[in-house]
Nanobody, 127 residues
Framework: QVQLVESGGGAVQAGGSLRLSCAAS????????MGWFRQAPGKEREFVAA????????WYADSVKGRFTISKENTKNTLYLQMNSLKPDDTAVYYC????????????????????WGQGTQVTVSS
């Protein structure tokens, strides 16, 4: 079992930045590929970014490429999402998720591939 707890959400104006954190506990954090998803009001949950278990490979949704950066600090059992140049369309509840993997070449971007989920943290971007 892996327990995930997100933090760092809040309210910012368009163009601002936030850094989300996801603290993991339980089994060996370094053996898990991880991702961030988000769900806006009235919409389905969507993929945002993912990172391989070693942390050397990353994937991003087109909507956040160049603005968001995912990183993973295995020594601190923590996943991060640095969000810059935020837009009102980025408003959503952000979830971190994990699944066991030692594949550093391919990472799952569909939510059904993730076994563990956090409770989410709200990000609100005003215009």
């Amino acid at each position: 079992q892996v327990q995930l707890v997100e933090s760092g959400g809040g309210a910012v104006q368009a163009g601002g930045s936030l850094r989300l954190s996801c603290a993991a506990s339980g089994r060996t954090f370094s053996s898990y590929a991880m991702g961030w998803f988000r769900q806006a009001p009235g919409k389905e949950r969507e993929f945002v970014a993912a990172i391989s278990w070693i942390g050397s490979s990353t994937w991003y949704a087109d909507s956040v490429k160049g603005r968001f950066t995912i990183s993973k600090e295995n020594t601190k059992n923590t996943l991060y999402l640095q969000m810059n140049s935020l837009k009102p369309d980025d408003t959503a509840v952000y979830y971190c998720a994990a699944y066991s993997s030692q594949d550093n070449l391919v990472v799952v971007t569909q939510e059904r591939g993730y076994a563990y989920w956090g409770q989410g943290t709200q990000v609100t971007v005003s215009s």
